[in-house]
């Protein structure tokens, strides 16, 4: 059993940068792949960006690719994703996942409470 908490969300505007911080509990958390997806109002949640297990591999959007960045830090229990260069259609509440491969599905089993994200024009 893994447990989510997401952190980092806010209001920014287009052009900045937020970090959102995913702290996991439990003592198997570096054996999961984690995920981070994003729902927007009255839209289906889509995939964002989502890493192995060991941090070695990495896979993205291709709306995100080279604006954000997920990580982990497994001595913390923390996977990071690093957004830069906002614009306002990343607007969504965004939420992260625990699995066991790196899917770009959201066939996760675990998930957060997810994180608000707001980008003004």
């Known amino acids: 059993q893994v447990q989510l908490v997401e952190s980092g969300g806010g209001l920014v505007q287009a052009g900045g940068s937020l970090r959102l911080s995913c702290a996991a509990s439990?003592?198997?958390?570096?054996?999961?792949?984690m995920g981070w997806f994003r729902q927007a109002p009255g839209k289906v949640r889509e995939f964002v960006a989502a890493?192995?297990?060991?941090?070695?591999?990495?896979i993205y959007a291709d709306s995100v690719k080279g604006r954000f960045t997920i990580s982990r830090d497994s001595a913390k229990n923390t996977v990071y994703l690093q957004m830069n260069s906002l614009k306002p259609e990343d607007t969504a509440v965004y939420y992260c996942a625990a699995g066991v491969g790196v899917v770009t599905t959201p066939d996760y089993p675990y998930w957060g409470q997810g994180t608000q994200v707001t980008v003004s024009s």
């Open positions: 890493i192995s297990w060991n941090g070695g591999s990495t």
């Open positions: 439990g003592r198997t958390f570096g054996s999961y792949a």
